[in-house]
């Protein structure tokens, strides 16, 4: 007990309900008796404390103990990961997409406190962990993290994990529109020129001609390029679900294209066991992408694009394979039928028609791809 000589702790804030008492915990007068809720220098578990059991001490009756008191933040984020994991074994979740809520989990514990009780947060403490993710991450991140963050004390609610949901505040909110199109803009267009397509084609190997052609003849993007297999090529139409959504693709495949996956075939290296199904091996005859149990992802293709890019002479900031999406859309869009472009990239349709909608003609689909090979091959018709 402190000494008549120790001086009261001032409140943590100005609402904080409970009052310094003398004998160094902050207390209560409840029906005029004064509760005592917990130490001086623990004002957050004194406060958990005294919001699990003062219905009751109103009440006139004696607190039952509760599950609840003790249910850290660090809990919360063990448990939710701990679910995700489940869902992973059960093939409703991703590998890759849980190690991301991991990352994000452990931002969660490192700003707001791993021992502090998800409760007892206030929207100030929202609003500075969201100041430190916005130095830190772009736009999209930002609304990322706030989004999981949101999610995984909800489920924590939902699941009788925390007693009571805290409040976000207004200002613990995903970025705006116009600040995410400020960033882009910041980026710069993330787009191929014909000749810049045309100088790494002509640097490319057999591996990286059919990689770069089928990035610009359907808007295949790494993941899809690393999960292709034998039996999806050897057709004059490329049929597989995009791995993001899970929507079925149907691109028809120009001849350059049918031709350069003709040459893979022909010179396909001895397959490691785990790819032995893969249309395209590393040089040691593994995946381009390899994602292990933990949910960690090793992508080939990023480094093999950089050293391509060099060889063709492309230096731009921040380029990537991933710009072949932007460049198929971009220009597939000129033959001015979007939901077409759209089901070749494998994006969702999540609008009235989109639900009725239940197929698209192989012509309307050759009419964009037809275009896009119109400007890259053909510019001076």
């Known amino acids: 007990m402190p000494s008549g000589s120790v001086e009261k702790p001032s409140k943590p804030y100005p609402e904080f309900p409970l009052t310094a008492h003398a004998n160094g915990q902050w207390c209560k007068k409840i029906r005029g008796k004064v509760i005592f809720f917990g130490v001086w220098s623990d004002p957050h578990a004194a406060l958990a404390k005294y919001l699990n059991e003062r219905e009751e001490w109103q009440a006139g009756q004696n607190p039952r103990p509760s599950r609840f008191n003790k249910t850290t933040t660090e809990d919360?984020?063990?448990?939710?990961?701990?679910?995700c994991e489940e869902r992973v074994r059960s093939g409703e979740l991703s590998p890759v997409c849980c190690h991301d809520y991991r990352i994000i989990g452990e931002n969660i514990i490192c700003f707001l406190g791993g021992k502090t009780?998800?409760?007892?947060?206030?929207?100030?403490?929202?609003?500075?962990?969201?100041?430190?993710?916005?130095?830190?991450?772009?736009?999209?991140?930002?609304?990322?993290?706030?989004?999981?963050?949101?999610?995984?004390?909800?489920?924590?609610?939902?699941?009788e994990i925390i007693e009571q949901m805290p409040r976000f505040g207004p200002d613990f909110r995903i970025a705006g529109n116009k600040i995410q199109r400020l960033h882009r803009a910041k980026q710069g267009v993330k787009l191929f020129s014909r000749n810049e397509l045309k100088a790494l084609l002509n640097v490319s190997d057999a591996t990286w001609r059919a990689i770069i052609l089928l990035g610009i003849n359907g808007g295949l993007g790494n993941s899809d390029i690393s999960r292709l297999t034998l039996s999806d090529v050897g057709r004059e139409w490329l049929e597989f679900p995009r791995g993001k959504t899970g929507i079925d693709r149907r691109i028809p495949l120009w001849r350059e294209t049918r031709d350069a996956i003709s040459e893979v075939l022909r010179k396909r290296s001895h397959p490691q066991p785990i790819a032995a199904?893969?249309?395209?091996?590393?040089?040691?005859?593994?995946?381009?992408?390899?994602?292990?149990?933990?949910?960690?992802?090793?992508?080939?293709?990023?480094?093999?694009?950089?050293?391509?890019a060099q060889q063709a002479q492309i230096h731009r900031p921040r380029m990537g394979m991933y710009w072949l999406r932007h460049t198929f859309q971009t220009i597939g869009d000129e033959a001015k039928d979007p939901i077409a472009t759209s089901a070749i990239m494998g994006h969702a349709d999540r609008t009235m028609a989109g639900a009725y909608r239940e197929r698209i003609s192989d012509q309307r689909l050759k009419a964009v791809t037809g275009h896009v090979r119109s400007w890259l091959f053909e510019e001076n018709k």
């Open 117 to 159: 009780f998800p409760g007892l947060f206030r929207p100030a403490d929202f609003a500075s962990f969201r100041t430190a993710m916005a130095d830190r991450y772009a736009p999209s991140r930002l609304s990322k993290i706030v989004a999981v963050t949101r999610m995984i004390l909800n489920w924590a609610y939902e699941s």
């Open 277 to 308: 199904e893969l249309l395209f091996l590393s040089r040691r005859g593994g995946p381009l992408i390899q994602v292990r149990e933990d949910g960690r992802r090793t992508d080939l293709t990023i480094e093999g694009f950089r050293r391509l």
């Open 76 to 83: 919360v984020v063990n448990l939710f990961l701990a679910r």
